[in-house]
């Protein structure tokens, strides 16, 4: 593999020269784990995904029927506030977009925003067409195994940055919940977990959108 090949500051220079790496971060070849609170206990028996809020018909799946939407693999750089980026990381799971593109999930016109709910109340929100980007991404797999529990198993969502793809909006880590449980739309925009406690609202990775105000 690649990281066994080129040291760490060889291949963050490669990622600057492409210009995927955002200001003030750095390259790590390992994959972190941060969260807030503790790894939740996964029950297929009691797990369930709903959809609810400005949309036609509410939705919930079991674990089951969850894995049997049509799946998406992305690609894509994935870039933490607290100044980890990794890249090239590869995830599988149901896109959204793909999800309103089918009918199978029907929105009302008066969705303009939406909240991520995970385990134990973390909440992160994103306007509805940053998560209907092709780099938002509900995700079972990653690097092609599933999730393990610290990273969000069994499902977790996730954004970044596909590399050649600058039109797309790309938001830090946070804004991905592990252990997600539902999406809400809403009308207006609700600030979530990270977004109440100082970090920016819109957390724009080449923007450095970290904190809202001056610190
Ligand atoms: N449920 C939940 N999801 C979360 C968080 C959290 O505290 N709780 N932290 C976020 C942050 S700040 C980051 S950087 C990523 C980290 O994901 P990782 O642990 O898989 O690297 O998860 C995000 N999703
Ligand atoms: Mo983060």
Known sequence: MLKN??????????????GRLPP???????????????????DPATWDFRIWGEVEEELRW???????????????????????SKFDTEWEGVSVKTLVD???????????????????????????EVMLQDNFLLATHFNGEPLTPDHGYPLRAVIG??????????????????????IEFTATDRPGFWEQAGYHNDADVWKEE?????W
């Open 161 to 182: 940055a596909i590399p050649g793809r600058e039109d797309l909006k790309a938001p830090y880590f946070w804004k991905g919940a592990k252990w997600i449980r539902g």
């Open 5 to 18: 090949v080129f040291g760490r500051r060889e291949a963050e220079e490669r990622v600057r020269r492409e």
């Open 102 to 128: 089918e009918g199978i999930l029907k929105l009302k016109p008066s969705a303009k925003f939406t909240v991520q709910h995970a385990e134990y109340g973390y909440t992160t929100n994103l306007p509805l």
């Open 62 to 84: 079991t674990w089951d029927e969850f894995n049997q939407l049509p799946k998406t693999k992305v690609v894509m750089d994935i870039h933490c506030v607290t100044r980890w």
């Open 24 to 42: 003030g971060q750095s390259l790590t070849q390992k994959f972190p784990v941060l969260h807030y609170g503790p790894v939740p206990r996964f």
């Open 210 to 214: 970290r904190f809202r105000g001056g």
